[in-house]
């Protein structure tokens, strides 16, 4: 776009010159706001107002809104143009000192400053323009007339004799004026559309701005939550680290005097049987029978069996299945607490009940089991137990678990993990096919096989855990106290998957929780 279309565009109608803090009336023109409130304040004795424009009656005095992306566009334009100083355009008339020109005639191909333009002839020959240096732009390059109609066929600014005798003779012609002013109303449409776009414009990137400082709120927000999270976690895995090392160590010391124990025994064992094997031996050398049969023998050797295998048996081992426990259950209190679900529910054990047994009630939710006096009346199937005792849904044939059970106050109940094929008539523990942890007369047992093992009385809790660990063929069974406690481990090799097993009598025990890999 030109700049000499451009500012005729940007032109107040009032004061011809361009916008100053323009403002719009509701019929759409513009006006400089200086020049409107003349107009409107000039129209105050009058029957009414109207815009100098389209003459649009309003009866009251109108409301002025600022065209802010107009003036944005008048004010950027006027940053481009050029002062009469700066434009290099003198008066060809004052020929003593240079002074600007304000306008120029083509037809004298002069400049002319405010003395010389007043004293210039009228005639319409002489055609004005804007101060220029090339007059000949304003011409025809064939014919050197002044440029007065537009060919609208190959749109071009033609002399009278192009369009009567030239190459555009018979082409569809207009004045430059009719042309200018359809070239205004399409360039004013433009300047409508552009400036929509522009606010348009504007509100996008506010709005984007917008939304990147509140992304960036949340993204500050965030990175000191996680900074946080992972000190504390940090520092309580640093917490944990110490406290399991430490018991680590006292186990290792504990065993290291165990067996520093048993190895001073086993020396002065081994002291004394060399002593008796020298007895022997000068016993077995000598002739006479008498003295051989006389000498009184102090070695015998029913005493010797070596109880030491026992010992060292029964005074435990490194307690592994408890460190891993307390390892696995400090790490889901930490993992439980950390926001966004970072810790993993474990899958569920249910209560299977086509081997429940018809004087057990099994919940809903299939994780509580009652003793009751009413029959159930389930069909008699070989899966059914025959005493009110059930299985898990689930089996476990490899790998690290562990689930718990709440007794509640329950008296008499048992539970542990048997073999699926295990004779429905029995219960967990008699049978060499489960083992379990017996509780009755608020005493304490474990069972495998029909061997029982009384605990020690005083175990505070009756909630505990039963581990598995397949591979190592260990069942652990634990009292769920601060600190937990380990009951009692038992070792075997197993053949079979292991599903859990409930037995109770007398009240209810439920599943509070369910299996979880360790």
């Avoid at 300047?191 to 506010?206: D, F, G, I």
């Avoid at 005097?257 to 002065?268: A, P």
């Avoid at 489960?434 to 093992?453: A, E, F, M, P, T």
């Avoid at 601060?482 to 097993?501: G, K, S």
Wanted: aromatic content about 6%; hydrophobic content about 30%; glycine content about 6%.
């Amino acid at each position: 776009m030109a700049f000499a279309d451009l500012s005729e565009e940007l032109e107040c109608p009032v004061c011809l010159a361009i916008y100053t803090d323009p403002v719009t009336l509701s019929c759409g023109h513009n006006f400089c706001r200086v020049c409107i409130d003349r107009v409107l304040d000039s129209q105050e004795s009058s029957a009414g107002y109207s815009c100098p424009e389209c003459r649009e009656k309003y009866k009251e005095q109108p409301g002025l809104q600022t065209n802010i992306a107009l003036r944005n566009i008048a004010e950027r334009f006027l940053s481009t143009q050029p002062d009469q100083e700066a434009s290099g355009v003198h008066c060809t008339y004052c020929i003593h000192s240079p002074v600007p020109a304000v306008m120029s005639c083509l037809h004298c191909d002069a400049s002319l400053c405010d003395k010389h333009l007043r004293a210039h002839s009228k005639a319409p020959e002489h055609v004005l323009c804007a101060p220029t240096t090339s007059p000949v732009t304003r011409k025809c390059s064939v014919h050197k007339e002044i440029l007065k109609y537009y060919c609208t066929e190959d749109a071009a600014c033609v002399c009278v004799s192009c369009a009567e005798t030239g190459e555009h003779q018979g082409h569809q012609m207009e004045t430059l004026q009719e042309a200018s002013e359809k070239k205004k109303q399409k360039l004013t449409n433009d300047l409508q559309t552009l400036m929509a776009e522009t606010e348009e414009a504007e509100k996008r990137v506010q709005s984007l701005e917008e939304r990147r400082r509140k992304a960036q709120e949340k993204a500050d927000g965030e990175t000191e939550r996680v900074t946080a999270l992972f000190k504390d976690l940090r520092r309580r895995l640093e917490e944990l680290e110490k406290r399991v090392l430490s018991d680590i160590t006292r186990q290792a010391e504990m065993m290291s005097q165990s067996y520093d124990d048993i190895i001073r025994q086993l020396e002065i064992k081994k002291a004394e049987l060399s002593r008796k094997k020298r007895h022997i031996e000068e016993l077995c050398n000598m002739t006479d029978p008498l003295t051989v049969l006389q000498e009184s023998h102090t070695g015998d050797l029913c005493d010797t069996e070596d109880r030491h295998d026992k010992q060292l048996h029964d005074g435990g081992d490194m307690d592994v299945a408890g460190i891993s426990h307390t390892l696995h259950t400090a790490l889901s209190d930490i993992m439980s607490g950390v926001p966004g679900g970072i810790y993993i529910q474990p899958a569920d054990i249910l209560l299977d009940l086509n081997t429940a047994g018809n004087y057990l009630h099994i919940s809903n939710d299939r994780k509580t089991a009652s003793s009751t006096n009413i029959n159930q009346n389930r069909p008699d199937t070989p899966e059914r137990f025959h005493c009110p005792q059930v299985l898990s849904g689930r089996s476990f044939s490899s790998g690290r678990h562990f689930w718990e059970v709440d007794a509640g106050e329950t008296d008499y109940w048992r539970v542990g993990m048997c073999y699926p094929g295990m004779a429905r008539d029995s219960t967990i523990g008699w049978n060499n096919k489960s083992w379990g942890l017996c509780k009755g007369d608020n005493r304490y047992s474990v069972r495998h096989d029909r061997k029982v093992i009384r605990l020690p009385d005083g175990i505070p809790s009756d909630r505990v855990r039963v581990y598995l660990d397949y591979e190592a063929g260990q069942i652990s069974f634990y009292a769920l106290c601060d600190p937990i406690r380990l009951l009692h481990t038992f070792t075997a090799t197993f053949t079979e998957p292991l599903h859990a097993a409930l037995w109770v009598w007398g009240g209810c025990i439920n599943i509070p929780g369910g299996s979880q890999g360790v």
